[in-house]
């Protein structure tokens, strides 16, 4: 009866090689995931924000959406009938948005303008930057 095995030192060989090919890939991975919750939470910003405009457009109401730095919330709120609408929690996100260009809060009028244009700056712990704009027509776009 024949018998093939592998030695104990090619073994080790595959492990070494193995061991080597995944600290290489770990760094990349940890940067990859970086990247992508930034960005989801950059999109799920620019979703709020697009839903405030709608808001407003729907309602004839303005809409204000209030960024919280400290609770680390958007909250949006109807203006003329001075009720919130829903509050979005970014906080267990990894994230930190810094104070929006044009202050605090972003104000959409019936006719889905914006009070005024403003730029809000996103970072993840790892260094990522993200950045999204409200343009003074209502627009908003991730840069």
């Known amino acids: 009866m024949k018998q093939e095995g592998k030695t104990l030192a090619e073994l080790t060989v ?37 839903l405030a405009r709608q808001l407003a457009m729907t309602y004839q109401d303005r809409v204000r959406i209030v960024v919280d730095l400290d609770q680390q919330t958007l909250t949006t709120q109807f203006i003329n009938t001075a ?7 970014y906080g267990a996100k990894g994230i930190v948005i810094g104070e929006p260009s044009a202050g605090p809060e972003i ?14 700056q996103l970072h993840s712990r790892e260094g990522q930057t993200e950045r999204l704009t409200v343009s003074i027509t209502g627009r908003i776009s991730i840069l």
């Open 107 to 120: 104000l959409f009028h019936p006719s889905g303008r914006s009070a005024s244009a403003t730029t809000i």
């Open 14 to 50: 595959v492990i070494a090689i193995i061991g080597m090919v995944v600290a290489m890939a770990v760094p990349n991975y940890f940067v990859f995931i970086s990247r992508n919750q930034i960005r989801c939470a950059t999109e799920e910003i620019a979703s709020e924000l697009r």
């Open 83 to 89: 009720t919130t609408h829903h509050a979005y929690h």
